[in-house]
């Protein structure tokens, strides 16, 4: 049986867990409202990981298990890259690398009235949040944020898509590795060239410019990144900008 825990809930954070560690105590916290990410579960009192890696926490109240796996495992509120399957009459069904096919209801855009349902064609990527991801249900997608706005939500045109660990999509203190701004590679990247990306929490990126080879050097640096500290990302960039500029 796994021992209770004890001591603040930051003295976990950042700590290597195993499943059936008991990492939150929810009686030592009182008048507070927490969020669970993807490898955690309330038992009673007692919040305990489901799956092996690093407990981390995100401001205000977040609290997950990082892990770097191909697997994707839809959470509620995660940003991810999917790819239209079909649709039907009520709903887009979208592949987001989960277990099972999500489902997009074609009123979940902002503005969505049945006069003006967006039509998307099989293929097409979308940016999307997941609103709702039950255990033996297939996830809800909705293309608005919390206050009903489109925001950064929708099609993505043109570009281009890769896959990878969704560690890389995660791995970061305050919030996520490539979605911070303060991420090493893509602040390196973007003080020397013009780009655009879209970060999925289920391991999809992608990546828009102005030429294909500044699209594979943006891509290339993203995928080298997980491995490498943050200086050696600099560097790396550094190297691939020289290059750029040569074969230019």
Not at 147 to 163: C, H, I, N, T
Request: net charge positive.
């Amino acid at each position: 049986m796994a021992e209770k825990a004890s001591g603040s809930p930051a003295s976990f954070v950042d700590q290597s867990v195993v499943p059936g560690d008991v990492v939150l105590d929810l009686t030592s916290m009182a008048n507070q409202t927490i969020k669970l990410g993807g490898g955690l579960r309330q038992d009673c009192d007692a919040i305990a990981a489901m799956k092996a890696g690093t407990l981390k926490f995100s401001k205000p109240n977040k609290y997950w298990v990082e892990t770097s796996q191909k697997r994707y495992v839809p959470c509620a509120g995660d940003s991810v890259l999917g790819i239209v399957a079909d649709s039907k009459a009520d709903n887009f069904l979208v592949d987001i690398k989960g277990p099972t096919i999500a489902f997009l209801p074609v009123l979940a855009f902002e503005g969505g009235t049945r006069r003006n349902i967006p039509k998307f064609e099989v293929g097409t990527l979308l940016y999307v949040r997941v609103v709702k991801a039950n255990p033996g249900m297939n996830p809800e997608l909705s293309c608005i944020d919390a206050s009903g706005k489109a925001a950064e939500y929708g099609p993505l045109k043109d570009g281009y898509m890769f896959e990878c660990s969704t560690g890389l999509s995660r791995i970061h203190p305050v919030f996520r590795l490539l979605s911070s701004p303060r991420c090493p590679v893509l602040e390196a990247l973007g003080k020397n060239i013009s780009f655009e990306t879209a970060i999925g929490l289920n391991g999809r990126v992608w990546v828009n410019a102005g030429s294909p080879s500044t699209v594979i050097v943006v891509a290339n640096a993203i995928m080298n990144a997980e491995s490498l500290s943050g200086v050696q990302q600099r560097i790396m960039v550094d190297k691939l900008i020289q290059n750029l500029k040569l074969s230019s």
